[in-house]
Nanobody, 124 residues
Framework: QVQLVESGGGLVQAGGSLRLSCAAS????????MGWFRQAPGKEREFVAA????????YYTDSVKGRFTISRDNAKRTLYLQMNNLKPEDTAVYYC?????????????????WGQGTQVTVAS
């Protein structure tokens, strides 16, 4: 059973915008945290943003603060990542993930469920 499905990636010029979506099953969407990670070729998977279900608290890695926004639509059971002012260094495969307990929201190893990823390429 597929539980997380990302979409919205593509090729964009530097300075452009994309919105990623992550459709989730009910159990996965009710996780304690949902997050976005990315992995560039030859690099480790890195934290991008997370949203805590209770209170709606959001967290971002420093390099995307002020440019990316994580949000969720409860009626659609969908997590979003709005990415503005994209830079070539944002090029990566982007993954959404769910975590069922508190803490360590920025560590990939603590997330239990992952989507298949969507490619984002930013041309200079």
């Amino acid at each position: 059973q597929v539980q997380l499905v990302e979409s919205g990636g593509g090729l964009v010029q530097a300075g452009g915008s994309l919105r990623l979506s992550c459709a989730a099953s009910e159990h996965t969407f009710n996780a304690y945290y949902m997050g976005w990670f990315r992995q560039a070729p030859g690099k480790e998977r890195e934290f991008v943003a997370a949203l805590r279900r209770t209170y709606g608290t959001t967290y971002y890695t420093d390099s995307v603060k002020g440019r990316f926004t994580i949000s969720r639509d409860n009626a659609k059971r969908t997590l979003y990542l709005q990415m503005n002012n994209l830079k070539p260094e944002d090029t990566a495969v982007y993954y959404c993930a769910s975590k069922y307990d508190g803490g360590n929201y920025n560590l990939a190893s603590f997330y239990a469920v992952w989507g298949q990823g969507t490619q984002v390429t930013v041309a200079s």
